[in-house]
């Protein structure tokens, strides 16, 4: 028997603050949180836990997160993104089909061009 993966967990400094973030991104309700963390839980797949940390972010992640629109085209949903407290950033993607945003905290993760079925 293998595992199952039930959480993504982020160090954050302010964990409502990525979770509220996130929450609108993904249109994940915040499903509970306290002084010292928050999770959002889509309707599948595994939760996100935004965990407090007191130290800032300070090199490029080594994982991330893809997402897609479901409702719009790619270069929409950036701007709708980029309103919620995303900003774009460089991390030598050159060309690519992908554009690459920081959440508030910095956080790389990336809007892929294709669209998919909420």
């Keep these: 028997?293998?595992?199952?993966?039930?959480?993504?967990?982020?160090?954050?400094?302010?964990p409502q603050e990525l979770a509220g973030f996130w929450s609108r991104v993904l249109d994940y309700?915040?499903?509970?949180?306290?002084?010292?963390?928050?999770?959002?839980?889509?309707?599948?797949?595994?939760?996100i836990v935004f965990v407090r940390v007191p130290e800032p972010k300070a090199v490029k992640d080594r994982i991330?997160?893809?997402?897609?629109?479901?409702?719009?085209?790619?270069?929409?949903?950036?701007?709708?993104?980029?309103?919620?407290?995303a900003t774009e950033v460089d991390v030598g993607q050159e060309d690519e089909s992908w554009v690459v945003l920081a959440d508030p905290e910095g956080n790389e993760f990336c809007v892929l061009r294709s669209r998919v079925s909420a």
């Design 1 to 14: 028997m293998a595992c199952k993966w039930t959480e993504l967990v982020i160090d954050a400094n302010d």
């Design 29 to 47: 309700p915040i499903s509970e949180q306290d002084e010292h963390f928050a999770e959002i839980k889509g309707p599948a797949g595994p939760s």
């Design 64 to 85: 991330h997160i893809d997402v897609n629109a479901t409702d719009r085209d790619q270069m929409e949903e950036v701007a709708r993104i980029k309103q919620l407290g």
